[in-house]
């Protein structure tokens, strides 16, 4: 079941939204201290944020940047700030959408049902591991990869990376087709965001005992290329 985290400070509103979708099959978290959100983030370990900007002890935004050092859930900024100004902004600071208040809780419905088809996609679940050429096996269901006997989780970001490497096993991935895998609006993504997202993949497989699986190709991209597991 999906895990959405809201951080909303109006509890009365908070409340519908937390009722509203639980309707619909995902188990929803509300933050309980605003002091400490970081830390209940942490501890959640939510699949998708809903963020309020205006927060007593917090700015929205600053909590933003917090939860993208940290994670690559899809982040939706729910707020009143309506200025174009604002959701610039909001999309900057690595935010998949942004809801201007008021809004119905269809659209709320409609924009994290895409958020999630977005960033995890919808697979069919018999078909749900797919096995490079060297032993790796990536689990598109429980974003999980094994080899050796050893099984790690993947953020989503390194998923669809790895994902989209395999696809193409022995390929060159060019920079660009990689950003626009991974992020929508690839205008408002650093190049250096693909190359630590990149870094963490390589040390995940490392982990694994696959090491130098990744090749990078100056000036072109990135390659998945097959070595038997040690």
């Not at 002091?35 to 927060?55: G, Q, S, Y």
């Not at 959408?97 to 008021?102: G, L, M, S």
């Not at 050893?150 to 395999?166: D, M, R, V, Y």
Request: hydrophobic residues 40%.
């Amino acid at each position: 079941m999906e895990k959405i985290l809201i951080v909303e400070d109006d509890i009365k509103l908070s409340s519908f939204m937390k009722e509203f979708i639980e309707k619909y099959g995902y188990d929803v978290i509300l933050i309980k201290d605003f002091k400490n959100i970081e830390k209940e983030f942490t501890e959640a370990k939510p699949d998708l944020i809903l963020l309020d900007i205006n927060l007593p002890y917090s700015d929205g935004f600053q909590l933003c940047r917090v939860f993208r050092r940290e994670s690559s859930v899809p982040i939706i900024f729910i707020s009143a700030r309506s200025s174009e100004f604002e959701q610039i902004r909001g999309l900057e600071m690595g935010a998949d959408d942004y809801i201007v208040k008021p809004f119905s809780f269809e659209l709320l419905l409609a924009k994290v049902q895409a958020a999630f088809r977005r960033s995890y996609g919808e697979y069919n679940k018999e078909k749900n591991v797919i096995s490079a050429s060297n032993g790796l096996e990536l689990n598109k269901n429980s974003f999980e990869i094994s080899a050796n006997g050893k099984t790690l989780e993947l953020s989503k970001k390194e998923f669809q990376l790895l994902n989209k490497l395999i696809e193409k096993e022995n390929t060159i991935v060019t920079r660009e087709e990689l950003l626009e895998e991974l992020w929508d609006e690839t205008f408002f993504v650093d190049d250096h965001t693909l190359t630590v997202n990149v870094t963490r993949a390589k040390g995940k497989l490392l982990e694994l005992g696959l090491d130098d699986v990744i090749k990078t190709k100056r000036g072109l991209g990135y390659i998945y290329q097959s070595n038997k597991v040690q």
